[in-house]
Antibody, heavy 117, light 110 residues
Framework: QVQLAESGGGLVKPGVSLRLSCAASGFSFSDYYMSWIRQAPGKGLEWVSYISTSASMIYHAASVKGRFTISRDNAKNSLYLQMNSLRAEDTALYYC??????????WGQGTQVTVSS | QSALTQPPSASGSPGQPVTISCTGTSSDVGAYNYVSWYQQHPGKAPKLMIYDVSERPSGVPDRFSGSKSGNTASLTVSGLQAEDEADYYCASYAGSNNVIFGGGTKLTVL
């Protein structure tokens, strides 16, 4: 079955960097667009970044553009999110998600990122 | 783009129908038939319930249905059950590789 397992979250100070990872299994990873979606405490969902199968197409939300970079390693069935210059407003649960068409058909359980001084 | 507009809460009694609206603009909901709905129970990851406005993934009960009229999409749960109590989010493609979510609706089964 499809499994997405995020890791790399933690408590960090403003301005530092963090790299999230997502290990995918149970499907042909290289055949699917992938995405990162976040949810701030008690808030709704926000589409952060997505990446095409070969990484030829990448999108970042305006709120993270220039600070976050999504990438993937199809040989390792892994998705990444490099987050630089973290801000308090980046505090959220970050979900790794599989994109199919214009929908998310599978979600991971999320990894918590807390930015606080 | 601004988030899609959903009512903060909705409620209904077991067995009754309830409809949750999701209002966007002519640039997102009104422009594309790419509206999806997600159910999220507390502490859990979201689950896809409806995609492409009205398509239901396998395994989702047929009491869940979706529709769209103009700039407003709707999720209807017919025959509410206790396990349907959750937060529901809509999402729509908005062109130029953008997807936006609604603010979420907390559905309570009375």
């Amino acid at each position: 079955q499809v499994q997405l397992a995020e890791s790399g979250g933690g408590l960090v100070k403003p301005g530092v960097s963090l790299r999230l990872s997502c290990a995918a299994s149970g499907f042909s990873f290289s055949d699917y667009y992938m995405s990162w979606i976040r949810q701030a405490p008690g808030k709704g969902l926000e589409w952060v970044s997505y990446i095409s199968t070969s990484a030829s197409m990448i999108y970042h939300a305006a709120s993270v553009k220039g600070r976050f970079t999504i990438s993937r390693d199809n040989a390792k069935n892994s998705l990444y999110l490099q987050m630089n210059s973290l801000r308090a407003e980046d505090t959220a649960l970050y979900y790794c998600a599989r994109v199919y068409g214009y929908r998310i058909d599978y979600w991971g359980q999320g990894t918590q990122v807390t930015v606080s001084s | 783009q601004s988030a899609l507009t959903q009512p903060p809460s909705a409620s209904g009694s077991p067995g009754q129908p309830v409809t949750i609206s999701c209002t966007g603009t002519s640039s997102d909901v009104g422009a594309y038939n790419y509206v999806s709905w997600y159910q999220q129970h507390p502490g859990k990851a979201p689950k896809l319930m409806i995609y492409d406005v009205s398509e239901r993934p396998s395994g989702v009960p047929d009491r869940f249905s979706g529709s769209k009229s103009g700039n407003t999409a709707s999720l209807t749960v017919s025959g509410l059950q206790a396990e349907d109590e959750a937060d529901y989010y809509c999402a729509s493609y908005a062109g130029s590789n953008n997807v936006i979510f609604g603010g979420g609706t907390k559905l309570t089964v009375l």
